[in-house]
Structure formats: structure tokens, C-alpha cells
């Protein structure tokens, strides 16, 4: 059962999580990830060399290695970047050029002249010298230039994240006075002063005043979604003959509703479309919202939330569209590119259809 979570996990990644995790390590351990790849480089390079009829022994290819590895993390950690940074690149390259030469005479000084003129002669050990670093500088400039790559791509990642964060408070922000001006015109326009009628629509009011002007990320669930939709029903006094809106909810024992968040507003929003672009009052075809928590055949948990309501023949005129839209792009904030929202009409009928996967839920019984 674990090796199936992994890798149910390891599926839910997403393409921004591998890279993003990827780009975390690049950007916040830099010498480790040049020094792998170095020391694979070298074991590859032994390896290959070891084929050719001149080669250095292994004893010399090491001393190469480890006197050549502070030349590399010099050009990676500071020279290349100087390029981007507009540093003085001079004054690099004059540094650069000092450390090649001091690694060279120190490592003849150490390990003696003998041991690396003895292949191709001492009239070109300052050649094959010049070549190696040459190549651990090509080297360097691979390997950095990869990290630039994966740097920007992280960058470009971030950037689409909070623009879309940015994009979903901006809607919700929408929905929220929005909501609020039409149930302000519910309660002019229906009720009567001083009664209990007034009385309820202004506790609901109140209380829908207090959902909109919660902090965006307060946790909010489907009994607090269910609990608005309720204020609003009040708010149209839904328990009187002027009204006929009819709310289903269906949903598994063993799953309640505390355990499924959902944006704030979304069936709000659902609802007051209803009241205000559709036919309240028909007792024979009245206005409908159902609202069932059902498993699929892959063992996912599915909100499914479905409207039906006339289309009032003066009011239909006001609709813009604006709210659907942005409840669009909240529940894509919220829950990815793994949802359904859609809304059909036709000249006397509205629909809508949403359903949003919560992925595979254990029984609260287990």
C-alpha cells in the first residue's frame, strides 16, 4: 500500500514541482551540483583515456583533477556570472589567468617537472597544459550556463504562479461586493419594514457581510459554502409562496462535508445567478441547485454541483458573464487544470455543471 502512495504521488507531480524542486537544488547547493558532475567527468575521462596509446597514468590524471578543480569552481562560481552581472571582466580575466599559472608552477613544484614531460616532451607540456584548462573551462561554461537555464525556468514559474494568484484574489474580490449590492436589493425590494421577514433577511445579510470580508486564506469548507447558500435563500424569503428554489445536497456517510474545501462564494455565486437572471416563483418548473459527493470508477471523490432555473425574459437582458468567468479561474487556482465547469442555455433554460476532483479520500471510518 505505501509503494502505491508513492507512487500515486510521484504521478500527482506535476511538471512546475519536478522542475521547481530541481531548480530549488541548482540554485541553493551551486558547488555540489558542479562537483558531481565534475567528478563523473573525470572517472569518464579516465576511463576513455585509458584506451589510447599515450595516456597519463592514473596517479597523474588525479593530480590533474584535483589542481584544476578550484580553476573550475573559480569560472562557475565567478567569472561566468561577472558576464551577466556586468562586472569588471578584465580584472577577472587577469585573476583567472594569475590562478592557472599559480596551479600550474605549484603542482611542478610539488610533484616534480618529471612526471608530466616524460609523454610528450618538455617542448609541449605548455601546450597540453593551455588544452586542459581549456577544457575544464568548457566544462565550467556547460555546466553554468545549465544552471541558468533551469534558474529561468524556475523564475518563469514563480512569475505565472503569482500572477495567477494575483488573477484568483482579484476575482474573488469580484464575487464579494458583488454578492453583497444584489442581496441589498433583495431585501429593499421584498420585504416589509419591521418584520420578522426584514428581521431574518438582515441577520443573513450580516452574515454573508462576514463571509466576504474573511481573509482569502481562512480555511473554507463545503458546510460554510452550504451555510451562504442558505443566507441567501433567506435573504428571498425561499420559505414563502413568492419563492420556489428548490436545494438537493447527497453525499456519502462515510464522507462528510468538513472534510471537502472549497473557494469561498463558488455556489454563492451559483445561487445568485439564479435569483437574479432566472424565474423564482414557478411552482411547476422550479429552480433547482443539487449538490452530491460521489466516488468514480478510480476510486476519485467528486463534487458535483448542477443548476436548472428559467430565464426571466426582461432580466436575462443584464447578464455580462463576468462571474462565471471569474469563478473559472478560482477553482483553476484552487484545483488545477482537473475540473469541469460549464453553462448551457437556450431561450427559456439555464444550466450549469460542475464538478471538481478531491482525488482519492479514505473513509473516515478507517
Not at 590533474?64 to 578543480?69: D, E, I, P, Q, R
Not at 575544464?136 to 500572477?163: I, M, P, V, Y
Not at 453553462?343 to 450549469?352: A, D, L, P, R, S
Amino acid at each position: 500500500m505505501r509503494i502505491h502512495d508513492l507512487f500515486q504521488k510521484f504521478r500527482e507531480y506535476s511538471r512546475f514541482h519536478w522542475v521547481n524542486k530541481l531548480s530549488t537544488v541548482v540554485n541553493e547547493y551551486p558547488k555540489c551540483y558542479l562537483l558531481v558532475p565534475w567528478v563523473l567527468f573525470f572517472l569518464f575521462d579516465v576511463f576513455v583515456s585509458s584506451f589510447y596509446p599515450n595516456s597519463y597514468p592514473f596517479r597523474v590524471s588525479l593530480i590533474n583533477f584535483l589542481f584544476s578543480t578550484p580553476f573550475t569552481f573559480f569560472l562557475f562560481l565567478y567569472y561566468f556570472p561577472g558576464f551577466k552581472q556586468k562586472a569588471d571582466i578584465g580584472f577577472l580575466t587577469v585573476k583567472g589567468i594569475e590562478l592557472m599559472i599559480f596551479l600550474t608552477i605549484t603542482k611542478f613544484m610539488v610533484f616534480g617537472y618529471r612526471d608530466f614531460s616524460y609523454i610528450h616532451g618538455s617542448n609541449f607540456i605548455l601546450i597540453d597544459e593551455i588544452l586542459m584548462y581549456l577544457q575544464f573551462g568548457f566544462f565550467a561554461l556547460l555546466w553554468w550556463g545549465l544552471r541558468e537555464f533551469f534558474r529561468s525556468l524556475q523564475h518563469n514559474f514563480n512569475t505565472e504562479l503569482k500572477l495567477i494568484k494575483v488573477q484568483a484574489n482579484l476575482d474573488q474580490i469580484k464575487l464579494s461586493p458583488h454578492l453583497l449590492f444584489n442581496s441589498l436589493n433583495n431585501i429593499a425590494g421584498r420585504s416589509s419594514l419591521f418584520s420578522n421577514e426584514l428581521f431574518n433577511q438582515v441577520s443573513a445579510f450580516s452574515a454573508l457581510l462576514q463571509e466576504a470580508y474573511k481573509k482569502q486564506d481562512v480555511p473554507h469548507f463545503l458546510p460554510d459554502e452550504i451555510a451562504i447558500l442558505n443566507h441567501i435563500l433567506d435573504l428571498i424569503g425561499y420559505q414563502t409562496e413568492r419563492s420556489c428554489i428548490h436545494l438537493h445536497i447527497e453525499h456519502e456517510q462515510d464522507k462528510p462535508l468538513e472534510c471537502f474545501k472549497i473557494p469561498r462564494f463558488i455556489l454563492g455565486t451559483l445561487m445568485e445567478n439564479i435569483i437574479k437572471y432566472g424565474i423564482i416563483d414557478s411552482q411547476e418548473h422550479p429552480a433547482e441547485m443539487n449538490i452530491a459527493i460521489k466516488t468514480d470508477e478510480n476510486g476519485d471523490t467528486l463534487l458535483i454541483c448542477s443548476t436548472y432555473n428559467l430565464i426571466h425574459p426582461v432580466k436575462k437582458w443584464l447578464s455580462t458573464g463576468h462571474g462565471f468567468v471569474a469563478i473559472t479561474n478560482i477553482i483553476k487556482d484552487a484545483f488545477g487544470p482537473d475540473f469541469i465547469f460549464d453553462w448551457v442555455q437556450n431561450q427559456n433554460e439555464f444550466k450549469t455543471l460542475m464538478m471538481l476532483n478531491y482525488g482519492c479520500i479514505k473513509n473516515s471510518t478507517d
